[in-house]
């Protein structure tokens, strides 16, 4: 009997330890088969655009951005830095452009932001999209609020947007347009995503043009805010000449001991500032003693190099303080010193000839400029009287073809249509938008703010520096000291309602696909 149940004992023994063989060979079948759906749907959901545009990455104050939304912004935002610099410094690498961008065949993320030690061009990026869809989302709900819808113009500027855009992809070569914008934002960008994007900034920019413009200011606070800030708004016509402290090396290359300390170099050019001021008794006895100074130099124009005008707000602190003195009359004469935390001590000689409180009407027009140089025979350069000729003629045809339209069609709408058929000749055009006297070449202005103006008048006047312009009239704009004053009101009231506005878009919340995305797509480099 005993051996009986000890076999028995034995076989279900056997039986269970295959049982759990078998159980732990399934739960090992089980976790494969797990792993393999797992990454499956992995690989479905992020080869696909699902994840990019089909869940929320960011939560700004209620506003929810997928990460294709987040993708155009950063690439936005990117894409206005890179040009803005590019047109401003070109595209050297081995110059200013080269220490401002970043390098693109390295991650972003592993590149210091320029003049950053703890920041890196991804995190830049990144904040700057942020900041800018907080900007988006509070004008699209302040859109909302007041009832405000995009005008019909801006859904065609879209649209047109998106022509275009489709366009470069086919001239690009890109299989379509799809293609193109995951190049240029990333993955998961489609047509539909991106003219939301573009509606979305188109709302946001009519609106904040449209609640800019319906601030409004009495003519006593416009003249205040002028009164207040006339130093900085005004002109000012002056002459200046500068005596640095800066130490000297010497120059080996010659036999003359150069040498001299940032004191006594200092001490120099106060004793040479002091010695200019006494020698001037008009304004041609300072151009006189200027080119004395410089006499081993045969280029130095003494009359151009001193002349300055400028206004107040672009003037070094401490002359300004003497220019926009309210004693200070007509050929004064004075010494200034740099302030005393300057890197360099410079002391200048200034000869004040005039400032200029804005009080005259700002003009409005459109200009076509014509700047090109005719072809010679033999391939010389042709002469100035040549270039001249040429310029005025070109313009003069442009001015003439717009003349012979119709009445009824003319206007600055068809002059500048027109600047398009004669885009091989224009080297530039465009609008005159509410400009000074101090904007627009010397040439131009006793035409221009010529009180007898009118709409719709026109003229070729040419300028040395520039070429041929052909010009139209628009309107007078009002005074533009007054412009300048409810501008900057404008400015400064728009922007204390924007903080108010944007305080609960402040609130940023990243959700995980924010960060898987980063991760997944190499975001930033």
């Not at 089980?30 to 499956?40: E, K, M, R, T």
């Amino acid at each position: 009997m005993s051996d009986y149940v000890s076999a028995k004992a034995a076989r279900l023994a056997e039986e269970e330890k295959a049982r759990a063989e078998h159980r732990k060979y399934m739960t090992i079948v089980y976790c494969v088969v797990a792993a393999v759906v797992l990454a499956i749907v992995f690989v479905a959901l992020f080869g696909s655009n699902l994840f990019y545009n089909g869940t929320t990455a960011l939560d700004i104050g209620g506003s929810k951005y997928s990460v294709a939304d987040f993708n155009y912004n950063y690439f936005s935002v990117y894409n206005s830095y890179y040009s803005s610099v590019v047109s401003s410094y070109g595209t050297d690498s081995s110059g200013l452009a080269g220490l401002m961008l970043p390098s693109t065949g390295t991650s972003f993320r592993e590149q210091a932001y320029f003049g950053s030690e703890d920041q890196t061009w991804a995190d830049y990026l990144e904040e700057a999209a942020i900041e800018r869809m907080k900007n988006v989302s509070m004008l699209c709900a302040e859109a909302e609020k007041a009832g405000y819808t995009l005008p019909q113009e801006d859904i065609d500027s879209v649209d047109e947007t998106i022509v275009q855009t489709r366009s470069s992809a086919v001239s690009g070569g890109y299989k379509d347009l799809q293609a193109y914008l995951v190049i240029m934002y990333g993955k998961g960008m489609t047509e539909k995503v991106f003219r939301e994007n573009l509606l979305r900034d188109a709302l946001a920019a009519s609106y904040s043009q449209y609640k800019s413009d319906s601030f409004t200011f009495t003519a006593d606070e416009i003249a205040a805010q002028y009164e207040e800030n006339a130093a900085t708004y005004d002109y000012y016509k002056y002459r200046l000449y500068s005596f640095s402290g800066a130490a000297v090396t010497d120059d080996e290359e010659t036999e003359e001991d150069e040498t001299m300390s940032a004191e006594d170099a200092t001490a120099k050019a106060k004793a040479d500032a002091e010695a200019f001021k006494a020698a001037v008794t008009d304004e041609q006895s300072y151009i006189d003693y200027a080119a004395s100074l410089r006499s081993d130099d045969e280029d130095y124009d003494a009359d151009e190099a001193t002349l300055n005008e400028a206004q107040g707000a672009s003037i070094t602190q401490v002359v300004l303080d003497w220019l926009s003195d309210s004693s200070r009359k007509v050929g004064d004469v004075d010494v200034v010193k740099s302030p005393d935390d300057s890197s360099t001590t410079y002391y200048y000689v200034l000869y004040f000839l005039g400032r200029d409180n804005n009080r005259y009407n700002a003009v409005s027009g459109y200009f076509a400029l014509f700047a090109g140089e005719p072809s010679t025979e033999d391939g010389s350069e042709p002469s100035e009287d040549s270039i001249r000729e040429y310029r005025e003629a070109n313009a003069q045809e442009f001015l003439d073809t717009y003349n012979s339209a119709p009445d009824p069609e003319k206007g600055v709408d068809l002059f500048a249509e027109q600047a398009g058929s004669f885009s091989d000749v224009i080297s530039n055009s465009g609008n005159i938008t509410t400009v000074g006297i101090y904007d627009v070449p010397d040439s131009m202005v006793e035409w221009l703010f010529d009180p007898a103006r009118v709409e719709g008048d026109t003229t070729v006047i040419y300028d040395e520096d520039g070429g041929a312009y052909a010009l139209y009239f628009s309107q007078f704009d009002g005074v533009y000291g007054d412009l300048m004053a409810e501008a900057e009101l404008r400015s400064d009231t728009y922007t204390e309602w924007s903080e108010e506005a944007t305080e609960p878009f402040n609130t940023v919340d990243r959700q995980w696909e924010m960060g898987l995305s980063k991760k997944i797509t190499a975001l930033g480099g």
